[in-house]
């Protein structure tokens, strides 16, 4: 087979634009490989990558399960589909990962054996769950089909029954798509008027290759209907610039997703504005290649593995840079249909034996999270950089002096009531409103007299018990655990409490500075043991009791 007359490549994705003569830019500069189908056959000799003559042949013989292997002229040796290999040189197959030309993106079918060249094909959503977990680079998945429970393993590409331990292979192959059908769905596309641009971008900054960045005049509409969604949960940051980007190629990749689309369904296709924060370093990769999580990295996957967009800018904020200028991409997203994600979904599922859902979403009465998963589904319009107003701290003169917490007296009317349980106390929670009014300093914790009635059982003086104070340095210094011990509490005669009781405060840990300030923390002491019933001289139950106070509040001066 003659080597010298196939195009070398570097990308490893096929350029959809292309295909319909929408790429304004050389294969060097777009990144991807150019060329007339959605999938290509290529060779490796000497670590470069070339195309293989017979490319529909070699796919035709792909698709169809029965077939291992194609068959070149005599005198050439096969290509091996179990191995992907052509002699002992390496082959793969290309296509496209993401496209606005859905209907010529490759959709995988998953077939059984029944009998030797007897292929059957799995259910479309046993199809869809296999899919979805040889994605996720599982080696084994248990699955059911009918009555029957199944365990196939991706390596070897066996499926097992778990009861009888017979076994049947297992292939994965693509739908077959002719030149005949990619040409006729590439002629709509091609023949198609070229998309309407927004009539407030601007025209003459709108570069054929490439991205313009346009800086909006605060005093402009424009300027205002981006920020005021932002401030609706980011309000008093400092705004540094909000910015239109004006992209051709991405936007032509938009409106051909939009299209394809509403074409399948009828009807126009839901469309958000919502937010992505992202860090400072890959805005410029985002203005000029799209949002994809693989590159910019993973804003989470609880949902999916995906591209995360938030209906509030708060959520988006937390995945911007720290510290400094903040980044965040307001876009819009074509959400379509949309269902609840899962932590294992490559794509979202499908909605019918069709059709596939077009996105995943945290709530499906009330999304505010929506994960995308293909990137055509994506234009990033607006760039907003802020910063946030810098943490004030109060000087030491204004840092509150030890804090006082009152627990209420505990009234004993008689020697009846007197518990021989061990009894339960419980500190207030103390609330911090900010890190600036974290107290530098120690701060005492007072439990006041606690009146007994009866002097027969217990001292007839009220007794004090203290907190002994709690220093806290700086925020660094709270995640360590505290260990506050409450002091011996003396009773008048060893008759009725033979010992002193001693009251330990276990250790309060925090996990990090940011959970201090906003959330109360409770203090609980354990119970108070009482020797032994016989100590007591009528040991009755008695409730519990504990502080009614509600939690202090230490307010910012400022």
């Known amino acids: ?36 189908t959605p999938y290509l056959w290529q060779i490796c000799n000497n670590d470069l990558w070339s195309s293989l003559p017979h490319n529909e042949e070699i796919e035709q013989d792909y698709c169809n399960p029965v077939k291992t292997k194609h068959d070149f002229s005599v005198g050439n040796p096969p290509l091996y589909f179990n191995t992907m290999t052509y002699g002992s040189a390496a082959v793969r197959r290309l296509s496209m990962t993401a496209s ?20 059957k094909e799995f259910e479309p959503l046993a199809g869809d769950e296999l899919e979805r977990h040889y994605l996720n680079s599982a080696t084994t998945v248990p699955f ?67 991205y313009e960045r346009i800086n909006l005049d605060t005093s402009s509409p424009e300027y205002y209907n981006v920020l005021n969604p932002f401030d ?26 939009k299209d394809d689309m509403e074409n399948k369904v009828g009807r126009v296709v839901p469309e958000k504005f919502l937010f992505h924060g992202t860090k400072s370093e890959y805005v410029d990769a985002i ?26 800018a708060k959520y988006s904020h937390q995945f911007t840079n720290l510290p400094g200028p903040r980044s965040m991409f307001v876009c819009r997203i074509l959400v379509g249909d949309f269902t609840l994600g899962c932590l294992y979904y490559n794509k979202p599922p499908f909605k019918n034996k069709e059709k596939a859902f077009d996105s995943c979403v945290n709530d499906i009465r009330n999304p505010s999270i929506f994960v995308i998963f293909e990137k055509s589904q994506i234009y990033p319009e607006y760039l907003i950089q802020y910063e946030q107003p810098p ?33 339960q106390v ?67 005669s060893s008759a009725q409490v033979p010992q002193p009781v001693q009251v330990v405060m276990p250790p309060v840990q925090v996990a990090s500075p940011a959970q201090v300030p906003p959330q109360p923390f409770q203090v609980v002491m354990p119970p108070v043991q009482v020797a032994s019933p016989a100590q007591v001289p009528q040991p009755v139950h008695s409730p519990f009791w504990q502080s009614s106070l509600p939690p202090f509040h230490n307010h910012n001066p400022f």
């Open 1 to 36: 087979m003659d080597m010298m007359d196939m195009n070398l490549s570097t990308g490893d994705e096929i350029c959809c634009l292309h295909l319909i003569d929408r790429c304004n830019e050389r294969e060097e500069v777009c990144g991807k490989v150019h060329c007339r």
């Open 100 to 119: 606005a030309l859905s209907s010529l993106i490759t959709k995988w079918v998953w077939y059984w054996e029944k009998s030797e060249d007897i292929w």
């Open 144 to 210: 059911s089909a009918g009555r029957h429970q199944y365990e196939l393993s991706f390596l070897d590409m066996f499926q097992t029954n778990t009861i009888t331990r017979t076994q049947r292979l297992v292939r994965r192959r693509p739908v077959f798509i002719s030149n005949a059908e990619i040409q006729k769905v590439c002629d709509i596309h091609c023949n198609s008027a070229p998309p309407v641009i927004p009539d407030y971008w601007d025209p003459n900054l709108l570069p054929p290759v490439g």
């Open 232 to 257: 609706k949960t980011m309000a008093g940051c400092n705004i540094l610039s909000v910015e239109r980007i004006q992209n051709l190629v991405l936007w032509k990749s938009f409106n051909l997703q």
């Open 287 to 312: 203005c000029r290649e799209n949002i994809d999580w693989r590159v910019c990295g993973e804003n989470g996957t609880f949902y999916g593995r995906g591209s995360y967009f938030a209906r509030d």
């Open 391 to 423: 943490v004030q701290f109060a000087p030491p003169a204004q840092v509150p002096q030890p804090v006082q917490v009152v627990m209420p007296p505990v009234q004993v009317a008689s020697p009846a009531q007197v518990p021989p349980q061990p009894v």
């Open 426 to 492: 419980v500190v207030p929670p103390v609330q911090f409103g900010s890190p600036a009014q974290v107290p530098p300093q120690p701060f005492q914790v007072v439990m006041p007299p606690v009146q007994v009635a009866s002097p027969a059982q217990v001292p007839p003086q009220p007794f004090q018990v203290m907190v002994p104070p709690v220093q806290v340095a700086s925020p660094a210094q709270v995640p360590q655990p505290v260990q506050v011990v409450m002091p011996p509490v003396q009773f008048g």
